[in-house]
């Protein structure tokens, strides 16, 4: 049994199980602390979006992580995307896709200063496709099971998390490049638009422009629907 998880706190309905680990966090509770909840009524996403799942059909959680590794937010999208499947792929930062769908989305919250971060974890363990609201719909995926593949999941991604928290960045790096969705792909952001060129070891995402190479190492980056370049 993985270390992360002890204690748990579980919530019916909660605001969001990022926010309540926060306070948690804040307030002293120990490393690997989590929070899940059957449902979120006020869900966060990355770039101040919402995120939304129906009751229990999604893993909805949160881990307090103390000393947290620089590449964390890495290092959590490969731990999901081993538990999303083989061919689960990476769109930088941490996007989980299957199919070219995405089935979980991570939420890297922290305080640098006070050596606390918190891992939101949203997956779509047994989220129908009827159930995502009509804009997600083309783009949003499943793992396809059942609920009660809800709790065996989250068992799984703690212990896969816990063994990419202790990873070296190098090897995190290369987990994400054999992962890495982007590569080759059109890709735009707010600054400019390109193709996909990697993962440099700093964790950054490398994307060809026309005035040369460019590393990301923030923000959101979209893939352009369709190209995929020779
Ligand atoms: C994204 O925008 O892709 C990140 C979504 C993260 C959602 C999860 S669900 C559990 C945790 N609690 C939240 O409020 N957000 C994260």
């Known amino acids: ?20 680990a926060r306070e948690l966090a804040a307030a002293g509770v120990p490393h690997g602390t989590v929070v899940t909840a059957a449902e979120q009524s006020a869900g966060r996403g990355r770039q101040g979006r919402t995120w939304s799942a129906p009751a229990g059909r999604a893993l ?32 930088w930062p941490n996007d989980v896709l299957v199919g070219g769908r995405k089935v979980a989305g991570i ?40 609920p009660d593949a809800v709790e065996p999941t989250l068992d799984a991604v703690l212990a896969r998390l816990e063994d990419w928290l202790v990873a070296d960045a190098a090897a995190v790096v290369a987990a994400v490049r054999a992962r890495d969705a982007l590569l080759g792909r059109s890709v735009r952001w707010a600054g400019g638009r390109g193709v996909g060129a990697g993962i440099d070891e700093r964790g950054r995402l490398v994307v060809e422009t026309d005035s040369g190479l460019v590393q990301l190492d923030a923000g959101e980056v979209h ?5 995929a370049p020779a």
């Open 223 to 227: 893939l352009q629907p369709g190209a």
């Open 60 to 91: 909805l959680c949160s881990v307090v992580v103390r000393d947290p590794p620089s590449l964390l937010p890495l290092a959590a999208g490969v731990a999901v995307a081993e538990v999303a499947g083989a061919d689960a792929q990476l769109k």
């Open 107 to 146: 939420l890297v919250e922290g305080r640098p200063q006070e050596g606390w971060a918190v891992v939101g974890i949203g997956l779509n363990v047994a989220v129908r496709l009827p159930d995502f609201p009509p804009e997600l719909r083309a783009t949003a995926g499943t793992l396809g099971l059942e």
């Open 1 to 20: 049994m993985s270390a992360l998880g002890q204690p748990r706190v579980h919530y019916r309905v909660i605001g969001s199980t990022n926010a309540r």
